[in-house]
């Protein structure tokens, strides 16, 4: 499968399918994409982001992800973003990244162009998209919004001075009058690195575990009160941790493939009981 599926005239599209964290494990993909295209032909490719980084085939998975045209659509991580720093020289590689490939090829500049245009959210069929989760007083337009405001930054005409300024950890909560690099690293750090939060939407970091290890005074982002993205459905990875999560209204889809657990697909219903799910196992 190496473009765009079609649909029979005069049948209702068919709901996307939303896949999780690829980190580079473009066969693991391929096998699951069988398995969808047997059972829901054509049906729109969600992914999560961090479609690169630490598995093995991190060149290969960018190149077919961009293939797939239009029917892809995928947010960005916070590897896809540590990709893009690195390749402009604003963060040395870690020892554990696989992007050497990516960075050596005839096709970089077309491939990290195509990358740094990818939004930070998308909300479509009453479901919305990022990469690992929403701070509690965003509802989903402003996720969108804000999302915009750091596409915008990427995809224009100084995206080494967005990215220079993107890394750390303050400030750590939302605050309508925060401008400049602090205001855009709050929104990329919540969309793409968010786990832990206090009730009122402090962030923390540092906690990488389960959900019911929260540090003291954080809950798990979608567990905070008066959570404004209560209305809708929210997709998200980044939190191997979690595993294959469905609840009203949350959709977790990280389940370890990079880390030799498994790659997960749920394609989205309006009824959370219609959810079909395809999983393959990752050596």
């Known amino acids: 499968m190496s ?6 005239p005069g049948k209702n599209p068919p709901m996307p399918v939303a896949i999780g964290d690829l980190q580079g494990c473009l066969s693991c993909l391929q ?4 398995r969808i295209e047997r059972d829901a032909p054509g049906a729109p490719l969600w992914f ?8 093995p085939q991190s060149l290969q998975t960018l190149r077919f992800i961009r293939s797939l045209g239009p029917r892809a659509v995928s947010v960005l991580g916070n590897h896809d973003l540590h990709l893009l720093a690195v390749a402009w020289g604003i963060r040395r590689a870690h020892r554990s990244d696989t992007l050497s490939e990516i960075l050596a090829a005839p096709d970089r500049d077309e491939l990290l162009g195509w990358l740094r245009t990818r939004p930070l959210a998308h909300l479509e069929h009453g479901h919305l998209m990022v990469h690992a989760g929403v701070l509690p007083a965003w509802d989903a337009a402003r996720t969108l919004a804000l999302a915009g405001e750091v596409a915008q930054a990427l995809g224009g005409p100084d995206p080494h001075g967005f990215l220079d300024g993107m890394y750390g950890n303050q400030p750590t909560g939302w605050d309508d ?3 400049g690099a602090d205001r855009l690293r709050v929104v990329v750090n919540a969309l793409t690195r968010l786990r832990f939060c206090t009730p009122d939407g402090r962030m923390e970091f540092a906690t990488k575990d389960a959900a019911d290890a929260a540090p003291p005074g954080h809950v798990p982002w979608f567990r905070a009160p008066q959570r404004r993205t209560a209305d809708v459905t929210v997709v ?14 949350l959709l977790a889809l990280d389940t370890g493939c990079v880390w030799g657990r498994a790659l997960s697909a749920v394609q989205l219903a309006h009824d959370p009981a219609q959810r079909r799910i395809w999983q393959v196992s990752c050596a």
């Open 236 to 249: 998200f990875g980044h939190w191997s941790q979690l595993g294959l999560m469905q609840l009203p209204g």
């Open 31 to 34: 096998r699951l994409l069988e």
């Open 177 to 179: 009058a925060l401008t």
């Open 48 to 55: 999560v982001g961090d479609l690169v980084n630490r598995g």
């Open 3 to 8: 473009g765009p599926g079609t649909t029979k």
